[in-house]
C-alpha cells in the first residue's frame, strides 16, 4: 500500500500510509446483502416457461445495482492512498484515471482532526489539513487512527520547522 520507493526523493521516507477506514465498506457491505437477499426473494416467485427470462432480468438487475453501489465504492476504497513521507503529505485516488495531490509539509500551516461517537467506536475520523494554497485545507476522511496520523504529521511538521529555523 506505500507509495513505490521510486516515486520519493533521496533523503525522504515515509512516515505514515494508510488508505480510508474500512468503515467507508459499511454501506456497501449492507447494500450488497440486501439485494443479494431482494433478488432471491424474487427470483423465487416467477414459474412457467418465462420464468428463466424473469430470473435472468431479476439477476441482471441485481448485478447492476451491487456494481454501482457496491463494486465501485469497494475500487474506490481499493485505489485510494494517504501517504505521509519526511517532506510531503500525497494522495493517490482513481480506479481508471489516478489523480494525485502532493502538499509540501512545509506549506501546512495547522492540522486538526476531528471524530464523532461512531468514529470513536470504530478507530477512525476526519483529517484536516490546512496550507497556504488556493484550495485552503485538505479535508480526508475516515482516517484510522486518526489521532495518531495527526501526532505523526505535527512531529514531522515540528522537525521540519525545527531545521528551517522558524
Known amino acids: 500500500m ?3 520507493r521510486k516515486l520519493l526523493n533521496d533523503d525522504e521516507f515515509v512516515v505514515v500510509s494508510m488508505r480510508t477506514h474500512v468503515k467507508a465498506l459499511l454501506g456497501p457491505a449492507l447494500i450488497l446483502i440486501v439485494v ?6 424474487l427470483a423465487s416467485f416467477p414459474s412457467g416457461k418465462e420464468r428463466p427470462l424473469l430470473v435472468a432480468v431479476i439477476w ?7 456494481a454501482w453501489f457496491v463494486i465501485k465504492p469497494f475500487l474506490a476504497w481499493l485505489t485510494t ?3 505521509v513521507t519526511s517532506h510531503r503529505l500525497i494522495t493517490r485516488t482513481g480506479i481508471l484515471s489516478r489523480r494525485g495531490h ?5 506549506r501546512i500551516s495547522d492540522v486538526a482532526y476531528e471524530h464523532g461517537l461512531i468514529d ?5 475520523g476526519t483529517l484536516i489539513i490546512s496550507d497556504a494554497s488556493e484550495h485552503g485545507r485538505v479535508v480526508l476522511n475516515d482516517i484510522p487512527h486518526v489521532e495518531q ?6 512531529d514531522q511538521l515540528s522537525d521540519k520547522r525545527a531545521d528551517d529555523g522558524t
Not at 441482471?60 to 451491487?66: N, P, T
Not at 502532493?102 to 512545509?106: A, C, K, Q
Not at 470513536?120 to 477512525?124: A, I, T, V
Request: glycine letters at 8%; proline letters at 3%.
Open 60 to 66: 441482471g438487475l441485481a448485478f447492476l445495482v451491487i
Open 102 to 106: 502532493d502538499i509540501p509539509l512545509i
Open 2 to 4: 506505500a507509495i513505490s
Open 36 to 41: 443479494a437477499a431482494t433478488a432471491g426473494f
Open 81 to 83: 492512498t494517504y501517504t
Open 120 to 124: 470513536r467506536l470504530l478507530g477512525c
Open 149 to 154: 496520523v495527526h501526532l505523526k504529521i505535527s
